[in-house]
């Protein structure tokens, strides 16, 4: 069952690090298991004069049925190599973009590519 939802802001400055947080759980602290979706590249945000271009560079996924109980696992893509890697407590792994793509997200982590003047681009 997919839930299609959108949320807008407003922004002053582009901030390099950008974090988005994914409500799942339930105001009685049990899990949302409904499928989330999320872009990897291509994230464009605008403001009156720039444009802002974010990649996907984190994950945080929590495994578990309430907010009370459960076990934090984290992704994080590291540019240099262009690998994603998967933190479990002290097992580190190379994962696949696919295997981020299917974590049960909760938090996002997005990075500044790149931010071009509207005034320039025309």
């Known amino acids: 069952d997919f839930v299609r939802a959108t949320r807008r802001i407003n922004i002053s400055q582009f901030p390099k690090i950008m974090i988005v947080t994914l ?7 049990q899990k949302c298991t409904k499928i989330v979706t999320f872009k990897t590249t291509g994230i464009v945000l605008k403001s009156i004069s ?3 271009i974010y990649k ?9 049925n309430t907010l009370f109980q459960g076990h ?4 994080s893509f590291k540019k ?25 997200a909760y938090c996002l982590l997005y990075y500044l590519e790149s931010k071009v003047n509207i005034s320039q681009s025309k």
């Open 23 to 29: 409500k799942r759980f339930n105001n009685c602290g």
């Open 80 to 104: 240099s190599i262009n690998q994603w890697f998967k933190f479990d407590d002290e097992i580190v792994t190379n994962v696949k973009l696919s295997d981020v793509e299917k974590a049960q």
């Open 72 to 75: 934090y696992i984290t992704y």
């Open 56 to 64: 996907l560079i984190g994950v945080i996924e929590h495994n578990g």
């Open 50 to 52: 720039e444009t802002g």
